[in-house]
């Protein structure tokens, strides 16, 4: 669970508080906002103290259309193809390398990937990678996409650029639509972004997303986190006393945690778990931690 940004919700609230007043003003104003929204939520989320939008959403249920715009124009820069494919920080290439298989049995590694992060970097590593490696076509690589159940619980930053009405991965809200030149679509791209998130306050038992990921769990005899924060609320919404096959130990990272975080976190999983060390990244922990032969 995880993904390439997962550090960057800790740079939004920051970003949005220090953004010029005529800069965010100008932004937002376009986008349906008043001087006034845009003052209240940018003065409430710097003296809120917390380290991301999305944790000030979920008390501040007023802010919630601009928070979410927020959240989209913030993360969108971020959806760059570019920064995806570098074998010094790739921990998806050393995935892929590791789950290596015939293209058309691919699906037969079984793997499942639950996300709570909104941008959509695993998919579209996946899609120019499976294109590269086995010379697929475009519609051959989708293909092999929707065998792999990816769940993103709270959202994602759009559709994916093969689906109706989705939003192509590029680190703009600027893109061509249908018989306009390339130019100013900003704010049908930032929409198009924030219709897709979810808050964790709107949620509910009954989420379809949510109800899928536990199915998922409740069958998985190994389950590991990647990236993950460990909130709460998050790791109740999963269920975890519905994880009955299991038959390994429990494996997530714990970069920048602490040992009292990670005793924490232990105990609110509630299953044997065992945790990297806080130095590792992600792609420490696979290469010290994760047997991919191991079944």
């Not at 928070?67 to 494919?85: H, R, V, W, Y």
């Not at 600027?174 to 018989?179: I, S």
């Not at 919404?237 to 494996?251: D, F, G």
């Not at 009292?260 to 105990?267: F, G, N, P, Q």
Request: one cysteine or more.
């Amino acid at each position: 669970m995880g993904s390439h940004q997962v550090q960057n919700s800790r740079n939004r609230s920051s970003k949005l508080s220090q953004t010029k007043g005529s800069e965010l003003f100008g932004r937002y104003c376009a986008m349906g906002f008043d001087k006034q929204q845009v003052i209240n939520f940018r003065d409430a989320l710097k003296q809120s103290g917390v380290n991301s939008v999305d944790a000030f959403l979920e008390h501040r249920r007023g802010f919630l259309e601009i928070g979410k715009t927020a959240i989209a124009e913030s993360l969108i820069p971020f959806e760059d193809e570019s920064k995806l494919f570098n074998l010094n920080t790739d921990w998806y290439g050393y995935l892929l390398d590791r789950l290596n298989s015939p293209i058309d049995r691919f699906h037969e590694n079984q793997l499942t990937i639950l996300t709570f992060n909104y941008d959509r970097s695993l998919e579209w590593y996946l899609y120019k990678a499976f294109q590269a490696r086995y010379r697929l076509t475009g519609e051959e690589t989708i293909g092999v996409l929707r065998k792999i159940p990816i769940i993103h619980l709270y959202g994602t930053l759009g559709g994916l650029p093969w689906e109706k009405n989705g939003r192509p991965y590029l680190p703009t809200t600027e893109w061509p639509q249908a018989g306009v030149m390339y130019g100013p679509m900003i704010i049908f791209g930032i929409n198009s972004a924030r219709g897709k998130i979810k808050i964790i306050h709107e949620e509910h038992e009954q989420d379809p997303e949510f109800n899928k990921a536990i199915e998922m769990l409740s069958k998985a005899k190994r389950i590991v986190f990647l990236g993950f924060g460990y909130n709460k609320v998050n790791i109740k919404r999963l269920s975890p006393h519905k994880w009955t096959n299991v038959e390994h130990p429990i494996l997530g990272t714990a970069f920048g945690r602490t040992e009292l975080e990670s005793h924490v976190a232990r105990r609110d999983i509630a299953h044997n778990t065992e945790f990297g060390k806080e130095e590792w990244d992600i792609l420490r922990f696979l290469r010290e931690r994760i047997d991919f032969e191991a079944r």
